[in-house]
């Protein structure tokens, strides 16, 4: 069994030149990648939302990812995952060549 | 509240901006921001078993300074570990096996007339009660053993509480974790890349794989096995053995993550385990920091490799089956102890009686027979019961033809499940030393898009993770 403990972060030590330190360069990575998802990924926010107690003080928060979920599709910003969607979804309904068969041809195989 | 949703995601950003703001003023207040958070974080659970954590944890802590209040005074230690450990298990019998034995001496007390006395109660298991009693105990050792000195409350109280392995480990011991809250954590960019590149990992092989394979196939499988063809429950078999390790690695390489995010470094817990070529080599690969605990609490005090072949193999019988029923109070769960402690003896007999003459098994030969092993052993803990565990082999021997539930994604998420078991050991840290190398943004862009396509790949919601239960 095993007896060691080492991380799986431990990496490397830091590599010499880089603009910024670890901090700032996971700030900025999680901020963008946020802003990112927050315009590309709308509705995962306004579905979250909606699943909300709807009670007085959750309607700011319903509305507010209501709107950005409208205006990111108004600008097209849903499409990138729509197009994804409507691709994983073909995958996912795929079926063996001999299912898609008629079922007395299929018999026969 | 589980890793791959929305829920954690918004709980979890302003834990990160609080930890590396305020934090950064005060390391003590930094430890209260994550103890407060771990307490949210269990509480979204169920609010009152936190009073039970912060219980357990005042328990350990207490006893933790009598054992070493008792060893400095150059006394016995083991009155004060007897009850600590008492303790732990008291508290995780209750909750886990109280209804095992009532519901298996049930009958024998209703024959002798007290059935209308048994007690009628609902217990219901704390998520993650086996990780931190097993926490706490491994710490009232190790100041025992002389291997840790004893930690503040505050330590203590994160250590058992700290949410990313709260609730399904890895199981941090407090010589390792400990040192580490007593300074003020860094970060490397080195390790921001290898907590971005595991937590996405992770959210892949959860709610993609896992989640295709347990929808998909695994459920249905084990649902009906007698409604199923020969080569579904084969699929079936396999799927679960993938499926449980996208599962539990998945957590554990997004609590490593999200940990790592903090500042804090947790152990490794799985390597690549279905390359194994003996089931000592599996259990150095799954689940590393219980297999660890088993081996320095249990398998070690029961005397090790001491004493003859014979009693090697009693103690790893024993230790398995204690590793099974510290799953759960099922039958199914020792029979698969059982097997894993049955094979392993087997193992230790043939290297120490093994004839000069027999020949190796070619190492792929191995890691095949190894995994078949060990699926066997994933249908008993799979099974809801003994009885459908054995329906499932006796319908899978049946061999029915044709096949309904493998797809052709199911069959392609099975093989890539395997398959990156045979990748390079080295690929991540050679991956993260690339992406550290990357300006920030660029990071940024990729980890938002690589998120954005596990979301639309994963169905709707994300079932708990299997080792919630234990």
Known sequence: MADRFDSPVDVATELPGMALPGLAQMAVAVGIAAFGLLLLNAHALADWAGALEPVPRTAPIVNAADYLAEQTAARGLDRPRAALKSFWDDVKAARWPHEALPQDQRKKL | ?470
């Open chain 2, 1 to 470: 509240m589980l890793f791959p949703t929305l829920d954690f995601a918004i709980f979890f950003l302003p834990v990160l901006v609080l930890v590396w703001t305020v934090g950064q003023a005060s390391n003590e207040w930094r430890k209260i921001i994550l103890l407060l958070a771990s307490w949210i974080f269990y509480g979204a659970w169920d609010w009152r078993f936190v009073s039970l954590l912060i219980g357990s944890a005042a328990i350990n802590w207490s006893i933790a300074q009598a054992v070493h209040a008792r060893a400095e005074a150059g006394g016995s230690v083991q009155p004060w570990l007897g009850i600590g450990v008492a303790a732990n298990l008291g508290i995780l019998a209750f909750f886990k096996y109280f209804g095992f034995f009532l519901e298996e001496l049930a009958p024998i007390l209703m024959a002798a007339g007290f059935g209308r006395d048994l007690p009628l109660l609902e217990i219901i298991l704390p998520v993650g009660i086996s990780f931190f009693t097993f926490q706490g105990m491994s710490y009232l050792i190790d100041i025992a053993r002389g291997h840790t000195k004893p930690a503040s409350f505050l330590d203590i109280t994160l250590l058992m509480s700290f949410f990313p392995h709260l609730v399904a480990g890895p199981i941090v011991r407090a010589s390792h974790l400990v040192p580490q809250f007593q300074a003020v954590p860094k970060l490397t960019r080195s390790m921001v890349a290898a907590s971005l590149i595991l937590i996405i990992w992770g959210l892949f092989k959860k709610a993609v794989v896992a989640n295709e394979l347990a929808i998909g196939l695994v459920d249905k499988a084990f649902f009906d096995p007698a409604a199923q063809t020969g080569l579904d429950l084969l699929a079936g078999a396999y799927g679960y053995a993938v499926q449980i390790y996208c599962d539990f690695s998945a957590y554990s390489d997004m609590a490593v993550g999200l940990a790592g995010l903090l500042g804090y470094r947790f152990p490794r817990n799985f390597d690549q385990p279905y390359r194994a070529a003996s089931l000592q080599d599996f259990w150095r690969r799954w689940h590393i920091s219980l297999s660890s605990w088993l081996r320095d609490y249990l398998y070690i005090s029961l005397g090790g490799n001491r004493g003859g072949v014979w009693f090697v193999c009693r103690n790893l019988m024993i230790t398995m089956l204690l590793g099974g029923f510290w799953h759960g109070a099922k039958w199914t769960f020792l029979i698969w102890g059982g097997l894993h402690g049955g094979v392993l003896a087997i193992e230790r007999l043939w290297r120490e009686w093994r004839p000069s003459s027999a020949a190796f098994l070619p190492r792929p030969l191995a890691i095949l027979f190894i995994f078949h092993v060990v699926v066997a052993g994933w249908i008993f803990f799979r099974a809801d019961t003994l009885a459908g565990a054995l329906a499932y082999f006796a319908e899978l021997a049946a061999l029915r033809p044709g096949v309904a539930l493998t797809t052709p994604l199911i069959a392609g998420l099975i093989g890539f499940g395997l398959a990156i078991h045979f990748t390079p050991p080295a690929l991540l840290p050679a991956l993260a030393r690339r992406v550290a190398a990357w300006p920030a943004p660029l990071t940024g862009l990729v980890a938002g898009l690589a998120i954005l396509i596990i979301d639309t790949m994963r169905g709707d919601g994300v079932a708990a993770f299997i080792y919630y239960q234990f």
